[in-house]
């Protein structure tokens, strides 16, 4: 039976009537209904997809899911009575793995006063030597006057890839060291990010080595990792987990005007229909967010991680436990899912892999990663004959005292095949000492890269995946690793599904989002190449990862990612039928009404003219509009 002819059948009739049934409002408690949407295609997205007529809303709460007639019914003299005219509406989206405060600080940070967003950045495009960074470092220092022993952060702006990457990438990681900076920067601690996952490495000067090591030399020698010249003396560079201490050390930015940028770009995701996000919060940002929160600016919900303690914990067993009493700790709008690395390997020609390149191809990365960022590797001691010698394996005391102490594992970067292997090895190891039950909800991001190998194990461990889709990828893994592993281990959702694993949705970069959804039934690249056939999915399942699923991921499946009596009333109202337009418009979709909590916080400027419809407290711009603000980046 057809799809259509499943939505007629008397059986899923007898279940919107079930719905219906259930209600309060049948059940002698009748609320107040606030809005009614009828006249539509309501994909419900519950249990068994049934798709209704219309949609009552009360108190912040789906109340009634059925037949026009009936729901009409509900209405009283100060409902809001919408007519859909057909239109088809989906629960409201949750992306499972989206950098919000990194993305709107790099669309909308330029112009801010650098000290406000509590980095200087400098800028690659055009640099040639050492001395044209140092220049731009030593002009900062003499523009702002910092105060001697203050700590400085710089963020290197520089996009991967290129004709100039591989002379960027000997400058950072060959030509310079703390001396060179020393020459710009003697009286101050300074850090200089590397760009590629900023967190995972950091050039620091001579003032900022004898800090750390005062503080954490210990710490840092047992741990690693740090680079060493030839007479074994510290360098300059850090990796994991020594890079994450000078996280710890640097300024965060101004939380006021952090909160208006992000402000910004909260209206982009309001207009994708994007009402949920997991993310992973340093603690300024964190702060932003709840401003935001109590001015009632906040108009999405966002799962966080929390950033910044990986790597700065120096006693596992005593932290571990209070870490453990905050998960699904928070508001409705702003609540803690995990308390995890934040990244496990390195991107994208640093992922860790087993496998081995093809040829003399390759990125420009291997000459220091032959085989990436292996951070949960204790082999791994950093940069290829750089890396000092390491005694013990942080990374794994993290998860075993994690699964101890109830941290859930989730929101972190994990693009490699060897990464996943390695944590499905660590993982059985603490399933055998304490059950399966201390790794349960534990999430794996990104499934860039999975070897076949460890699909069903990784289901008979209990492990979600939250995966992103990267057609454009595909020529670059197959110039490295040969075709058959850019055709299977890239994204293998439909794979890891019939191997009985949870897949969700996430965008991991600042997209469109429908553009991603689409490519997930697609997985055709810009050439028009399509990259694993047998790894696309039905737009059923598509619209599953980003809703009813992807609630699982942020602990809220009883509360979001489907319309259902007594859920969170959050919904999407489409301009065409998801269910029916061809899968290669699903990316030209566009929101006609996001409501989050009942309220309508979005409106297309096509609705409100047809209408005449623009409700108090609503955004009324297009996504292309709101996207035009934007001070960097793409416009």
Known sequence: MNFLSWVISSSATRLICLILLSTPWLTGQAPEIDIVFHNGKILTVDEDFSVAEAVAISGGEFSAVGRNQDIRNLAGPGTLVIDLKGRTVIPGLLDTHRHIHMEAERSYGEGVDPSKLGSYPVDWRGVRTK?????????????????PGEWVSFSSLMSYGGADWPERLKIINDDLNRWELDKVTPDNPVALSIGIQEFNEYLVNSKAIEILWENYGDFIEKYGRYWVDSSGTPEGHLELPASRLVNHLLPGGSPDALATIYKKYIEELNAMGVTTVATRLPPNSLEAYQLLEASTDLTVRIAYGMEGTFGTVMDLEKDMEAFGKLIGTGTAKLWVISVSPTAADGRPGRLCTNQKRAGDSGSVDSKWWP???????IEYRGGAGKGAPIQENYFREWLFHSARHGVRFANTHMAGDK???????????????????????????????????????????GIMFSCYIRTERGPEVASYYGEQVAHTFMSPVKSLLAAGAKVVFESDRNVYVWEDLELFMTRVDRQGKVWGPQERVDRMTALKMITRWAAEYVLKEDKLGSIEPGKLADLVVLDRDYMTIPTEEVSEIQPQITVLDGKIIYVHPQFAEEYDFRPSGALVATYEELKSRRTSGPR
């Open 131 to 147: 001395q044209d960074v140092l220049d731009q470092i030593k002009g900062l220092m003499d523009k702002h006057s910092f105060q």
């Open 371 to 377: 085989q990436g960022q292996c951070f949960t590797d």
């Open 419 to 461: 990464t996943i292997s390695v944590l499905l090895q660590m993982i059985a190891q603490i399933q055998n000492q304490m059950g399966p039950a201390a790794t349960r909800g534990w999430v794996f991001d990104h499934c860039f890269m999975v070897d076949p190998a460890d699909w069903k194990r990784a289901v008979q461990l």
